[in-house]
């Protein structure tokens, strides 16, 4: 059974720094992509970034380039989200995505996708 564990989420003013963690667990990690999805009050849920553990490629949304940094730890099978300079509009609850499909300029959740508990990010002006 596929069980991801986000963790690092929190309040913090504009410019600040938080870095987020999905433990993963159920899968052979290093074989997968790994991503984060977030969803504001009231819009779509919408990817944020994602790694590919078996290529290295990455993906980051246009708005959050250049502020969030996407890294793998294989031996302890976690995925972080560094993000910095951090806006109010970053504000959502950000999910933790396994198995989907990770490329430079897409990411894409497929039937096999695991997702888990999402965690608060907020950040007021």
């Known amino acids: 059974e596929v069980q991801l564990q986000a963790s690092g989420g929190g309040s913090v003013q504009a410019g600040g720094s938080l870095r987020l963690s999905c433990a993963a667990s159920?899968?052979?990690?290093?074989?997968?992509?790994i991503g984060w999805f977030r969803q504001a009050p009231g819009k779509e849920r919408e990817g944020v970034s994602c790694?590919?553990?078996?290529?290295?490629?990455?993906y980051y949304d246009d708005s959050v380039k250049g502020r969030f940094t996407i890294s793998s730890n294989n031996p302890k099978n976690t995925v972080y989200l560094q993000m910095n300079n951090l806006k109010p509009e970053d504000t959502a609850v950000y999910y933790c995505?396994?198995?989907?499909?990770?490329?430079?300029?897409?990411?894409?959740?497929?039937?096999?996708?695991?997702w888990g508990q999402g965690t608060q990010v907020t950040v007021s002006s």
């Open positions: 790694i590919d553990n078996d290529n290295g490629s990455t």
């Open positions: 159920g899968f052979t990690f290093e074989d997968y992509a």
């Open positions: 995505v396994a198995r989907l499909l990770c490329y430079s300029d897409e990411i894409i959740v497929g039937p096999f996708g695991s």
